[in-house]
């Protein structure tokens, strides 16, 4: 489907040059939209951008029979006060997050994918509310569908500043307590913390009944290890430093960074927890394919 949907601007390079997150955002929704709708393999994904499931008690001359004999799904179009879901985006803003060797930093694309989710929850009227955080909560905007609402988020997403140290968990669990009703959280972050510590704040979400997806985001040096040259590797976060010689230490690092990524994958997904790796050199239409397959599962 990839290869159908490709557009330039849903790459990060390009996204990154067209000025306000508004207009990214949009761009990025409507061309990935216009992609699903052209793509011959569409399935339901971009039925579910436009349609709600059919329920009980509603008029059956209200289902698209057209979309049931696509995809074998009941569905009908959504009406414009319709709001069905609660969804928080949660944005690391960790100082880790601000690398980037691709023109484009992992914060810089978690904002982007994060706005673009926004304006795509905007579209299916659901409610979506932001939290972004380092080692506690730095800012939080609750979900909303009101008029406007969007604007606000995506304006409090182009103003993120990049924080301190990570500590993934402690907001995580914050969260977990303050939420009173059933949602969506959508974690974006490069998890660079205790992944033990992570993993168990992820499912007090998914025991509490909420549904979890989770953007790894990370830079493509972070995933390939690309160096030759000896050189001094700073950490972001605490500015210590260490004197290497990339050849000597390739093999160990790749082996470390394949089995975070591997760890969760594994205990998520065993969870119940959806879990999605991201290089920021990648087209963001992977991501929202991810999003609205995950959401699309919780109807």
């Not at 159908?4 to 955002?25: E, H, I, Q, Y």
């Not at 994958?265 to 087209?283: F, K, M, N, V, W």
């Amino acid at each position: 489907m990839a290869a159908v949907m490709r557009s330039n601007f849903l790459d990060p390079a390009v996204v990154a040059r067209l000025g306000t997150l508004d207009l990214k955002a949009k761009t990025i929704v409507e061309g990935f939209l216009s992609g699903l709708h052209r793509s011959p393999f569409r399935g339901f994904s971009v039925e579910f951008a436009e349609y709600r499931q059919y329920m009980p008690g509603d008029d059956l001359q209200t289902i698209d029979w057209k979309v049931f004999a696509r995809s074998d799904r009941h569905v009908v179009k959504k009406f414009e006060e319709e709001t069905n879901l609660d969804c928080h985006l949660l944005v690391d803003v960790s100082a880790s997050m601000g690398y980037g060797s691709q023109g484009v930093t992992k914060i810089e694309y978690a904002s982007y994918l994060a706005g673009a989710l926004a304006y795509l929850m905007n579209r299916q009227r659901d409610a979506a509310g932001l939290i972004a955080f380092d080692d506690r909560i730095v800012q939080m905007l609750p979900p909303s569908a009101r008029p406007g609402h969007l604007v606000s988020l995506l304006v409090a997403l182009e103003r993120l500043t990049l924080g301190h140290r990570t500590n993934v968990a402690k907001p995580l669990g914050d969260l977990a307590r303050a939420l009173s009703k059933r949602g969506l959280v959508i974690v974006i972050s490069d998890l660079l913390d205790d992944p033990a510590r992570v993993i168990e704040g992820l499912k007090h979400f998914h025991h509490r009944g909420t549904d979890v997806i989770v953007f790894h985001v990370l830079d493509r040096d972070e995933l390939t290890f690309p160096f030759d040259e000896a050189a001094r590797f700073r950490d972001m976060e605490t500015d210590e430093e260490v004197l290497a010689s990339p050849a000597a230490v390739r093999g160990q690092y790749l082996q470390e960074i394949e089995g975070l990524v591997a760890r969760y994958r594994r205990e998520l997904g065993a969870s119940g927890i959806d879990y999605c790796l991201l290089d920021t050199s990648q087209p963001l239409e992977l991501a929202l394919m991810a999003y609205l397959s995950a959401r699309g599962r919780a109807l």
